[in-house]
């Protein structure tokens, strides 16, 4: 019997999983009450699982260890820059979840991951509100400051606070940005507005099936990491 890389399969699988999936797929503004998961995702699940079982490139067990390894990618996934969920989000998910994410694969339940989604796309919306509200006002971009573009390797934001500071700071340098590429602060204003509503939009039409598929990206990762 061949052998394939588990990533490999599961890749097949998701494939199937977005033609049927695709079928009946829209773009529009999905409310929070609709991310909820599928019958038919939960079967996915299982199925998923059970492949993975039966065909292996290299062995790995559903165990806690290995739950707290997609735990991690399905963040890395979700919010990558660090810029939306704050320290105490996380740590509270990590506690409540991540240990957990082996048997809920194995049960096909995926509540918790859903949960873990609706918070962060909470967050996109206050935060992005904060941007563009920041907009409205004289932005000051003569203190000494700096910003990090690529947060991958920082920490969480250790408070709401600290969130709302560091989103002040990245409206600042997306303004200065602006400015250095000869645009002049309507305009600057204008594209801003543009950019940080696009990024609300982008998570509003986020569908039940793409938390799903984000979920399963996250198992696929954690079994072939990158």
Partial sequence: MKILKSSALLTSALVLFLAVASVQATVREVPLTELKPKFRQTQSM???????????Y?????????????????????????SYLTKKQVDTFRFNYAKLFDDDIKNGRLEPVFVIYKTFREAVERQTAIALDLLKQPIDLTTDETYHLDRKDAAWPASQAALDALWVKRVKNDMLAMR????????????????????RRRA????SDDVFLLFMSAYAGAIEPH
Avoid at 180 to 199: P, V
Avoid at 204 to 207: A, G, L
């Fill in 46 to 56: 299982l199925l998923i699982s059970d492949v993975q079982k039966k065909y292996h």
């Fill in 58 to 82: 290299k062995k790995h067990i559903l165990n806690d260890a290995f739950s707290s390894l997609i735990f991690d990618e399905y963040l890395e996934l979700i919010d990558p820059n660090k």
């Fill in 180 to 199: 250095l590429s000869k645009k002049d602060d309507d305009e600057a204003i204008e594209q801003l507005t543009k950019r940080y509503e696009g990024i």
């Fill in 204 to 207: 509003r039409q986020s569908e």
